[in-house]
């Protein structure tokens, strides 16, 4: 059973969400809020998540007019994406909220940290891998539950990085780049899954990670996945970079000689999310500045 494209879309709606509900983890950082506007702008119900009791004020309550302003809605909730027992139980609560099922993910949470490699705390090192590639692992699943338990297509976007695919100069941040790359592989690991059920075996040996290998293996509607890979981004977090003079070494290392703002990745995340991006999945989208062309 495959699922015909949907092509007779009229070009100015190629980008558009309406009828959707997206979910974005992070949803209160930089990216996130920035990614959670143009959702909202582009007709679609947008679910925050982030860690942090609550938004910065100010910004949600402009999110709260984007949402009136266009029709759309816009939820709030408390979620660490490592908390594997609290997930199912978050997306319990929002469902009785939405008007419309989940059709998209923007995987957004991340953390980095730096350390020379010798000395890096290794609890620190896990924490790293924790968030960015098992919490993010933990929300694809809980949405692509959502979206077979509701029949429908969707579209995941997860956030990596240029860092998965080049060792940033002059800032060691072993970890981070590890589990960035990792969330390229989960990227075409998942999309290769839920794009298609003839696409991958299905778990005939039985053990710990397959209780019950005979289950009959339902056909659901495809699920893309894809990754982002921003480069250096102008956010809080850069701030300190600045003051050490690494802002304006990055800014040579790319080939617009300067490093990006958070709305830019608004046209490259609403691409994938939309029905614009219909064929694409298992990719990643380099957005860099030419960074790693070069
Ligand atoms: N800023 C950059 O230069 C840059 C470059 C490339 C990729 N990225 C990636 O883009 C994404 C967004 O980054 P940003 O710049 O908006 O950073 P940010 O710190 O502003 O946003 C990240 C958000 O994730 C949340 N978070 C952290 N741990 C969490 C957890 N366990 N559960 C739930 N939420 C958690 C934080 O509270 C924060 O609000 C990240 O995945 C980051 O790795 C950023």
């Not at 979910?23 to 860690?51: H, N, P, Q, R, Y």
């Not at 480069?231 to 809080?236: K, R």
């Not at 802002?247 to 994938?272: C, D, H, T």
Request: charged residues 20%; hydrophobic residues 35%.
């Amino acid at each position: 059973m495959t699922f015909p494209a949907e092509v007779q879309i009229p070009t100015q709606d190629l980008f558009r969400l309406d009828g959707r509900s997206i979910f974005i983890s992070g949803g209160a950082g930089a990216v996130g809020t920035t990614i959670g506007k143009a959702i909202l702008e582009s007709g679609g119900d947008a679910v925050f998540s982030d860690m942090v009791s609550s938004p910065d004020p100010d910004t949600w309550k402009s999110l709260e007019d984007t949402a009136t302003k266009n029709g759309t809605k816009a939820w709030y909730h408390q979620l660490d994406i490592t908390d594997a027992e609290s997930v199912p139980k978050v997306f319990d609560d929002i469902r009785k909220e939405l008007r419309f099922p989940f059709r998209g993910l923007v995987a957004c949470a991340g953390i980095s940290g730096e350390c020379d490699a010798c000395d890096y705390p290794i609890d620190v090192f896990r924490k790293i891998v924790d968030v960015n590639l098992t919490g993010t692992f933990l929300i694809t699943q809980a949405v692509a539950k959502e979206m077979h338990a509701a029949e429908v297509t969707g579209s995941m976007v997860l956030i990596a990085s240029m860092s998965g695919l080049v060792a940033n100069k002059g800032i060691n941040t072993a970890p981070y780049n590890a589990s960035k790359s990792a969330i390229h592989q989960l990227t075409r690991s998942l999309a290769a899954e839920w794009g298609h059920p003839q696409n991958t075996f299905p778990g005939r040996t039985p053990g710990d990670a397959n209780p019950n290998p005979n289950e009959e293996r339902k056909p659901y509607p495809p699920i893309r996945v894809n990754s982002v890979s921003p480069g250096h981004i102008e956010t809080p977090i850069t701030g300190a970079a600045k003051q050490r003079g690494l802002v304006s070494q990055w800014e040579k290392q790319n080939m617009l000689g300067r490093i990006s703002q958070a709305e830019e990745y608004r046209a490259p995340i609403l691409f994938l999310l939309a029905p614009g991006s219909s064929f694409m999945t298992g990719a990643d989208l380099r957005v860099d500045g030419g960074h790693c062309a070069w």
